[in-house]
């Protein structure tokens, strides 16, 4: 309990906020840096796992492959993808840029699965019946998966893309053993030094960080459920309740 409370007293000490020659990358930097990593990985992989992955859940091509590829891409080592990367582009590359593409790249790779498997299974869970109405009122393809299936899949596309970026912000904390920053750097070298206040203070700053993201995902998702499918449960319990109570009975539904 007391190094628990001594590494809140690290965090909120003002001279691990200022720079200074004790402090040169203060936390406020090492958190930027942080977001900044995990906001380029997560953006270049729903580039590309978001287009793919509603192309398959619309034409149900592919479909074997999703399944093959996201279930063999989550069995990768996180660590032994992000050293084996660093090496080769360390051979091409300066020593500065060799981390930062070969770390990059590495958490795109780590992304694009969650984000396939939300964007192709959100729109493979619509009803197809839905979908099917839209084609008899004339909508083309584009507009049936504009403006009926992704709006319907969003919760569950968000999902994805909430799943891909927790799991990136855990991998840029373990990514500054190859010389990156992030909040990871102040758990490494707290390590070095032997300073536990640093190191759990470093974990407990990653930790609300993955926390509030996730909150603020969680929250997306409740923002853009569609009404009629949340109260659909709700209704069919309703109309039960009147059918076994009777028609004479009275209700406030």
Known sequence: ?????????????????????????????????????????????????????????????????????????RALPTLGLLFFLLMVFGYFLSYDTAPIVGASIAFVILAIPSMLAGAYSGLEAVDRQVIDAARANGMTEWQILTKVEIPLALPLIIGGVRAATLQVIATVTIASYAGLGGLGRMISNGIGLNDYDRILGGALLVTVLALGVDALFALAQRLTATQGLTDRRPAMFRRTVRRSAGPHAKTNA
């Open 1 to 73: 309990m007391d190094l628990f409370v001594s590494a809140v007293r690290w965090i909120f000490d003002s001279s691990h906020w200022e720079p200074g020659s004790q402090s040169p990358f203060p936390i406020q930097d090492r958190l930027l840096e942080h977001l900044l990593y995990t906001g380029i990985a997560v953006a270049i992989a729903a580039v590309i796992a978001l287009p793919l992955g509603f192309f398959i859940g619309h034409t149900g091509r592919g479909r074997q492959f999703v399944i093959g590829f996201t279930g063999s891409m």
